[in-house]
């Protein structure tokens, strides 16, 4: 069993920034790929980022890109994701989940992944 636990999350102005961690605990997750996805209120879970076992493959959707970093430490067991230049359309509550199958590459399917966390909540103000 693996339990994922996010922090960090939190209400920051706009073009400030926050860094989430999705720490986990019982069963190792290095040898799997992790991603980070979003929600917004009675919508649909959508992906935001994933990184690949050892943090070589990175992938973010479009609207992200060059504003958030994701990176791992293995050792720790701790995904981060790191945001910039935040807008009001990054709020949402976030997670992160553990890709199911060990040794697979990251992809961005909800239905890919077994393991979430509780969420954080991340609010942009203007």
């Known amino acids: 069993q693996v339990r994922l636990a996010e922090s960090g999350g939190g209400l920051v102005q706009a073009g400030g920034s926050l860094r989430l961690s999705c720490t986990a605990s019982?069963?190792?997750?290095?040898?799997?790929?992790v991603g980070w996805f979003r929600q917004y209120p009675g919508k649909e879970r959508e992906f935001v980022a994933a990184?690949?076992?050892?943090?070589?493959?990175?992938d973010y959707t479009d609207s992200v890109k060059g504003r958030f970093t994701i990176s791992r430490d293995n050792v720790k067991q701790v995904v981060y994701l790191q945001m910039n230049s935040l807008e009001p359309e990054d709020t949402a509550v976030y997670y992160c989940?553990?890709?199911?199958?060990?040794?697979?590459?990251?992809?961005?399917?909800?239905?890919?992944?077994?393991?979430w966390g509780q969420g954080a909540q991340v609010t942009v103000s203007s």
């Open positions: 990184v690949s076992r050892a943090g070589g493959n990175l």
């Open positions: 019982g069963r190792t997750f290095s040898g799997y790929a």
């Open positions: 989940a553990r890709k199911l199958g060990i040794l697979t590459s990251p992809t961005r399917l909800v239905n890919d992944y077994d393991y």
